[in-house]
Nanobody
């Protein structure tokens, strides 16, 4: 059973917008926290944003604050990432991740998450 499935990636010019979606199974969606990560060629996978189910607390990387918005649709078991004012440095493969139990690590640590999607490519041209 596919637990997480991303969509919505594509190619846009700098300044453009994209909205990524992550369809989740009921199990992963009801877990403690979901997040978006990204990985550019030759670079480490980095945390972009996270959403804690209880309380609706959100976290963002400094590089995307004010430009990206993470949200959830409980009726669709779907996590979103609205990306505005895109820059060439946002180019990467974007991954959805979920952790079902409350972890001890901070949201941006990759090892925190026990479920991952296959990724969706975002390319921003200058």
């Amino acid at each position: 059973q596919v637990q997480l499935s991303e969509s919505g990636g594509g190619s846009v010019p700098a300044g453009g917008s994209l909205k990524l979606s992550c369809a989740a199974s009921a199990y992963t969606y009801s877990g403690y926290r979901m997040a978006w990560f990204r990985q550019a060629p030759g670079k480490e996978r980095e945390g972009v944003a996270a959403f804690v189910r209880k309380g609706g607390v959100t976290y963002y990387a400094d590089s995307v604050k004010g430009r990206f918005t993470i949200s959830r649709d409980d009726a669709r078991n779907t996590l979103y990432l609205q990306m505005n004012s895109l820059k060439p440095e946002d180019t990467a493969m974007y991954y959805c991740a979920a952790v079902t139990e409350s972890p001890t690590e901070t949201w941006y640590f990759r090892s925190t998450y026990n479920y991952w999607g296959q990724g969706t490519q975002v390319t921003v041209s200058s």
